[in-house]
């Protein structure tokens, strides 16, 4: 899998499309809803058909179907789909070689081991851990549906561990008949209900547009999914911010806050009517306004307003 960082131009490059569609892949199932969500925020509606698993898209030149992620992977794999959603801990479960556009920070997820608690050793320096095989007189068995994610952590953490391949209800196996598990998780409940203890993580994941490799190297292609990342960044990007905008009375009030007011360039300041004290806008992050707003007020600032913003490009 490759990270790929881009930059593209923010205008849609209607006259480089290509002359065949570009074919979107969407999942079924958990992400469904969040990513439909995200492509609406965008601008892009997914409709319905007579067929319902090949929605219309309101985008000129994209057709699309729904699969389920791990299918998205592997039709992008084989280049039948050019870009499509999955998660990455699928990505690394299949080995699929494909192009990573946007990580959409949704449905994230651990991919985490955990072990009954009864069995862990805990170290000098308070470290939990599952005992040697030298302690238990027989190789850790370590039991997932994740084959490969689950075999690459064993070969760091546990060293000639035995893997055991499960079919669904997996935090059921220890301890009988596995010493350890290897799942994926939100919370850590349904592990902590089992009597299970997260011991470590093998990697986290997250709802992400890939493409194919195909589609990548073919520059009319690659333009036209950098513009849809570009879109669906300029929407992640906003939800985690929102326009401030503030009356100062004076010259000093203004000065005041416009130090203490984050912003993504420079606060946008003008003259209210009358000459009469300033207008100041910016673009903050949410996590901020908590502190922002009383912090604000005691500079001297008034008319607070504080709005939602639907996409940024920066």
């Known amino acids: 899998m490759t990270r790929v960082q881009t930059q593209p131009d923010p205008t849609t490059r209607q006259a480089d499309a290509p002359q065949t569609p570009l074919r979107l892949a969407l999942p079924k199932g958990r992400m469904a809803e969040g990513v439909r969500a995200l492509l609406a925020d965008a601008g892009i509606?997914?409709?319905?058909?007579?067929?319902?698993?090949?929605?219309?898209?309101?985008?000129?030149?994209?057709?699309?179907?729904?699969?389920?992620?791990?299918?998205?992977?592997?039709?992008?794999?084989?280049?039948?789909?050019?870009?499509?959603?999955?998660?990455?801990?699928?990505v690394a479960e299949l080995g699929a070689d494909v192009v990573e556009v946007v990580d959409t920070g949704m449905d994230a997820v651990r991919i985490v081991a955990a072990a009954p608690r009864q069995i862990l050793r805990t170290d000098a320096d308070g470290?939990?851990?599952?005992?040697?095989?030298?302690?238990?007189?027989?190789?850790?068995?370590?039991?997932?549906?994740?084959?490969?994610?689950?075999?690459?952590?064993?070969?760091?953490?546990?060293?000639?561990?035995?893997f055991v391949r499960t079919y669904?209800?997996?935090?059921?196996?220890?301890?009988?008949?596995?010493?350890c598990i290897v799942d994926i998780t939100q919370t850590g409940a349904t592990l902590e209900a089992n009597g299970l203890e997260i011991i470590d993580t093998a990697m986290t994941s997250s709802t992400r547009l890939y493409a194919s490799r195909s589609a990548w190297d073919d520059p009319a292609r690659r333009a036209r999914i950098e513009d849809i990342g570009l879109v669906l960044t300029s929407v992640l990007d906003a939800r985690g911010r929102a326009v401030v905008e503030i009356n100062a009375d004076s010259d000093e009030?203004?000065?005041?806050?416009?130090?203490?007011?984050?912003?993504?360039?420079r606060?946008?300041?003008?003259?209210?009517?009358?000459?009469?004290?300033?207008?100041?806008?910016?673009?903050?992050?949410?996590?901020?306004?908590?502190?922002?707003?009383?912090?604000?007020?005691?500079?001297?600032?008034?008319?607070?307003?504080?709005?939602?913003?639907?996409?940024?490009?920066?």
Do not use: H
């Not at 068995?141 to 084959?147: D, G, I, Y």
């Open 168 to 179: 669904g209800a997996t935090e059921v196996f220890p301890p009988e008949d596995a010493d």
């Open 127 to 162: 470290t939990r851990r599952l005992p040697t095989e030298d302690e238990l007189g027989r190789p850790v068995r370590v039991a997932s549906e994740l084959e490969r994610i689950t075999k690459d952590w064993m070969r760091r953490a546990v060293p000639g561990g035995s």
């Open 45 to 90: 509606r997914i409709g319905s058909s007579s067929r319902g698993y090949r929605p219309r898209v309101s985008l000129a030149g994209v057709e699309a179907k729904i699969l389920k992620p791990q299918n998205v992977l592997e039709m992008l794999d084989a280049g039948s789909r050019d870009l499509g959603f999955a998660g990455a801990d699928w």
């Open 253 to 265: 009030v203004m000065r005041r806050i416009v130090e203490i007011l984050p912003c993504m360039r």
């Open 267 to 314: 606060p946008t300041v003008a003259r209210l009517f009358g000459e009469e004290g300033y207008a100041i806008k910016s673009v903050v992050p949410r996590s901020a306004l908590a502190e922002l707003v009383p912090q604000v007020k005691s500079a001297g600032g008034t008319d607070l307003v504080i709005t939602d913003v639907a996409q940024v490009v920066r």
